[in-house]
């Protein structure tokens, strides 16, 4: 039996490697995976998701992220919760002690206490500061 040269080897090895990947890219296209990630729209779309978390939270007002990634959302009694894009669906927490937050010109950083929440940091533009100075009352 005759050894093949081992340019043909590496050439062989290099198809099905593409191969494999284009077979990969056809099934996530065709199960629709990556699509549907949605953004929080504006302030409704903010407090309606912050009642999907947490019933009964009645949102009165929310600070929106410019790029719609994540929303600080207060009820009528001053609590916030922490509305954020996770994967394609949003997770919320309660902002409190646990929280970290650092305000950096216009982007707001916050860090939970939860490894499994994270961190993440929103873009308010003009309004970061206030919003910074309304979390003192619960972080």
């Known amino acids: 039996m005759a050894t093949l040269p081992g340019w043909v080897m590496l050439v062989v090895k290099f198809g099905g490697s593409l191969l494999a990947i284009f077979a990969i890219a056809w099934l996530v296209k065709r199960m629709g995976l990556g699509k549907g990630y949605e953004r929080i729209r504006d302030e409704e779309h903010a407090i309606a998701l912050a009642e999907e978390a947490e019933f009964g939270f009645g949102g ?8 719609g990634y ?6 009528a009694t001053g609590v916030m919760l922490l509305v954020r894009a996770h994967g394609n669906r949003f997770a919320a927490r309660r902002i409190d002690a646990g929280f970290t937050a650092r305000l950096d010109r216009n982007r ?6 939860e490894r499994a929440f994270g961190s993440v ?6 309004r970061a500061s206030v919003i910074a100075s309304r979390l003192r009352t619960v972080i």
Do not use: H, K, T
């Open 60 to 67: 009165v007002a929310a600070d929106v992220d410019a790029a």
């Open 70 to 75: 994540g929303a600080i959302v207060r009820n």
């Open 108 to 113: 707001l950083w916050l860090q939970s206490g």
């Open 121 to 126: 940091e929103l873009d308010f533009g003009g």
